[in-house]
């Protein structure tokens, strides 16, 4: 399979904890994205690498949250201290700079904080 | 990135074609349109994009007006499995991030 995956598909985590999901981009890829998406809502956009560097944050992206993706190849977002508004869709996708083709996108990790 | 305006909601009978339109009037001169679809509880699936030609792929095919400020998806024989949240973006082609709105959500019954 060469698609994007991601990991775990569901988190159910009691508030407070932390918590760390993972995606895995297609290989050739070199930008990586990281979307929530909560219920009725289209995905909003929280953070992109282009290879190892985080080039832009967004504002959704407090200081609980952190990405990382050390090799240029698999990323971690990881959300410390969680809240129940941070239940949501955890999305990442992946496409290579430069081409206008879209995004790849995996299923998703789905988080329930409570 | 030129906002975006999509009906809600439509309706589309099995086997017809199904016709879903996107205003962008203020869309650039080197913006694409692109187009998504996200099925419940997946991740959104890229269809097709186009900037000034009309596109056609074994998914859909895109026609953009001649003035590039709306343009139209069509799914020329709509089933169920096509039942989702149908996306329209316009942004350049190398741009850093997607910016989604709602969306319209199609309905195929038999």
């Known amino acids: 399979d060469t698609g994007v995956s991601q990991d775990p598909r569901h988190k159910i985590t009691k508030r407070g904890q932390n918590v760390t999901f993972r995606c895995d981009p297609i290989s050739e890829h070199n930008r990586l994205y990281w979307y929530r998406q909560t219920l009725g809502q289209g995905p909003e956009f929280l953070t992109y690498f282009q290879n190892e560097a985080q080039l832009e944050k967004s504002r959704l992206l407090s200081d609980r949250f952190s990405a990382e993706r050390p090799k240029g190849s698999f990323s971690t977002l990881e959300i410390q201290r969680t809240e129940q508004g941070d239940s949501a869709m955890y999305l990442c996708?992946?496409?290579?700079?430069?081409?206008?083709?879209?995004?790849?996108f995996g299923s998703g990790t789905r988080l329930t904080v409570v | 990135d030129a906002k975006t305006t999509q009906p809600p909601s439509m309706d589309c009978a099995e086997g017809r074609a199904a016709n879903l339109p996107c205003n962008h009037s203020t869309i650039s001169g080197n913006e694409y349109v692109y187009w998504y679809r996200q099925i419940h509880s997946q991740g959104p699936q890229y269809i097709i994009h186009?900037?000034?030609n009309n596109e056609t792929n074994e998914m859909a095919s895109l026609i953009i007006t001649e003035d590039r400020k709306s343009s139209t998806l069509i799914l020329p024989h709509a089933t169920l499995r096509d039942t989702a949240v149908y996306y329209c973006?316009?942004?350049?082609?190398?741009?850093?991030?997607?910016?989604f709105g709602t969306g319209t959500r199609l309905q195929v019954t038999l």
């Open positions: 996708a992946s496409s290579w700079e430069g081409s206008s083709y879209g995004y790849t």
């Open positions: 973006i316009a942004q350049t082609g190398t741009a850093s991030k997607l910016t």
């Open positions: 186009g900037l000034k």
